[in-house]
Nanobody, 125 residues
């Protein structure tokens, strides 16, 4: 199983980016997918997750109202739309999956067993 996050880059404060998480070796539609981020010098933190059905989403308070997570099961991808970006959003962003199909994870890192390579998001002030 391999996950790959992509779409990061450098944007000005207030800008937008769309991150994608693609999977290989597994059918993403059966799994909830989470997004986490790690800022320089800080520990990794939860950002959002979407359940395997796509009907339920959860966001951290710091991104609620600005970020939107969605999925396209036909394309085997999950997207994190990030709007009104702030310098404090600067981090490496990771997508992750739990081990169990049709299971709703929490915001805890330990619920996720598969982690993709991250993508760097830099927001300039």
């Amino acid at each position: 199983v391999q996950l790959q996050a992509s779409g990061g880059g450098l944007v000005p404060s207030g800008g937008s980016l769309r991150l994608s998480c693609a999977a290989s070796g597994i059918t993403l539609k059966d799994y909830s997918v989470g997004w986490f981020r790690q800022a320089p010098g800080k520990s990794r933190e939860f950002v959002s997750y979407v359940t395997w059905t796509g009907r339920n989403t959860v966001y951290s308070d710091s991104v609620k109202g600005r970020f939107t997570v969605s999925r396209d099961n036909a394309k085997n991808t999950v997207t994190l739309e990030m709007n009104n970006l702030k310098p404090e959003d600067t981090a490496v962003y990771y997508c992750a999956m739990p081990a169990e199909r049709h299971w709703t994870p929490s915001m805890r890192e330990n619920d996720y067993i598969y982690w993709g390579r991250g993508t760097l998001v830099t927001v300039s002030s």
